[in-house]
């Protein structure tokens, strides 16, 4: 059973970076898209960005211009490079891969910008 592992997250603050990383443990054959949500607390997990097989990017409005996902195919890993972090970024957030059907989600990393 395929299992996502996430890393990377903790605590930074105002205007610091971060770098996640998520891959899994097991097999994936055939992924099409890697994704990046978060969730605050007291809110609903929303997606952040993602990337197709064939790096096509897009980014939700609030991240426009500071967070950056990219991914390497032969480790079948994604990557959420933050920067520019504001306190309205704090969540735990969550990488999800889909393809042939599969969905899979990591259990999620805290991130925490504060001063």
């Known amino acids: 059973q395929v299992q996502l592992v996430e890393s990377g997250g903790g605590l930074v603050q105002p205007g610091g970076s971060l770098r996640l990383s998520c891959a899994p443990r097991?097999?994936?054959?055939?992924?099409?898209?890697m994704a990046w949500y978060r969730q605050a607390p007291g809110k609903q997990r929303d997606w952040v960005t993602s990337?197709?097989?064939?790096?096509?990017?897009r980014y939700a409005d609030s991240v426009k211009g500071r967070f950056t996902i990219s991914r390497d195919n032969a480790k079948n890993t994604v990557y959420l490079q933050m920067n520019s972090l504001k306190p309205e970024d704090t969540a735990v957030y969550y990488c999800?891969?889909?393809?042939?059907?599969?969905?899979?989600w990591g259990p999620g990393t805290q991130v925490t910008v504060s001063s």
């Open positions: 999800r891969i889909t393809g042939r059907g599969n969905d899979y």
């Open positions: 990337i197709t097989s064939n790096d096509y990017t």
């Open positions: 097991g097999s994936i054959f055939s992924i099409d898209v």
